[in-house]
């Protein structure tokens, strides 16, 4: 079955530093997407992909957040300079269509800032 | 606005009997509702979806769920618990209205007792 994959599995950071997050959707699917899970709170959208641009983003995803598909098949998630409240499991997913779809999911990038 | 509350932060049942995980949703035009789960350290799963088609959905590992318009819920259930069975699971609700941005309840954990 066709998997979401997202490296590396846990990033510990400091304050400050720069991180990539990286994601591979599955190969046919067109839209992607960042969600992000902080420990003992909700899912939360940060922002969605699409014809190599975003086409929606949260109130989350400020000008410290960037996203990329730098090549056919990498999809990545950019903090400039990480802060401790950015600390969370960071989730990709791709879809093959819109929204109703459904999303798959990736495993997750549990980020640590100290 | 959307929302999705899952009424049990934990639910804890015996291997063999009936699963019973409660969804409710509030939502302004005909949403989308999904479930997902989350087994530890693995990504977020598509259980099943609801996208206005028939109201009692069938999902993988025999779960299964009904969509009641007039009681906006989505209740999951499963007719008979498995260990393997044990996880977090997640009720999504999406809708035109937020450009069908995926809206997460808090997630109930499933624990099974042998």
């Known amino acids: 079955e066709p998997e979401v994959t997202q490296t590396p599995s846990h990033q510990v950071t400091q304050m400050g530093q720069e991180v990539i997050l990286r994601c591979v959707p599955i190969?046919?699917?067109?839209?992607f997407y960042w969600y992000r899970q902080i420990l003992g709170q909700k899912v939360e959208f940060l922002v969605s992909f699409y014809n190599n641009e975003i086409s929606e983003k949260s109130e989350i995803f400020d000008d410290q957040f960037s996203v990329e598909r730098p090549d056919g098949s990498n999809f990545t998630l950019k903090i400039r300079s990480t802060k401790l409240e950015d600390s969370a499991m960071y989730f990709c997913?791709?879809?093959?269509?819109?929204?109703?779809?459904?999303?798959?999911f990736g495993s997750g990038t549990r980020l640590t800032v100290v | 606005a959307q929302s999705v509350t899952q009424l049990d932060s934990h639910v804890s049942v015996s291997e063999g009997t009936p699963v019973l995980l409660r969804c409710n949703y509030s939502?302004?035009?005909?949403?989308?509702l999904f479930w997902y789960v989350q087994h530890p350290n693995k990504g977020l799963q598509l259980l099943l979806k609801?996208?206005?088609?028939a109201t009692l959905v069938k999902g993988i590992n025999g779960f299964e769920a009904e969509f009641k318009k007039s009681e906006t819920s989505f209740h999951l259930t499963k007719p008979s618990a498995h260990m393997s069975d044990a996880a977090e699971y997640f009720c999504v609700v999406s809708e035109r209205d937020s450009n069908y941005q995926l809206i997460w309840g808090a997630g109930t954990k499933l624990i099974i007792k042998p």
């Open positions: 609801y996208t206005s088609a």
């Open positions: 997913a791709s879809s093959e269509g819109g929204n109703n779809y459904g999303y798959t």
């Open positions: 939502s302004s035009y005909s949403p989308s």
């Open positions: 190969s046919n699917h067109l839209y």
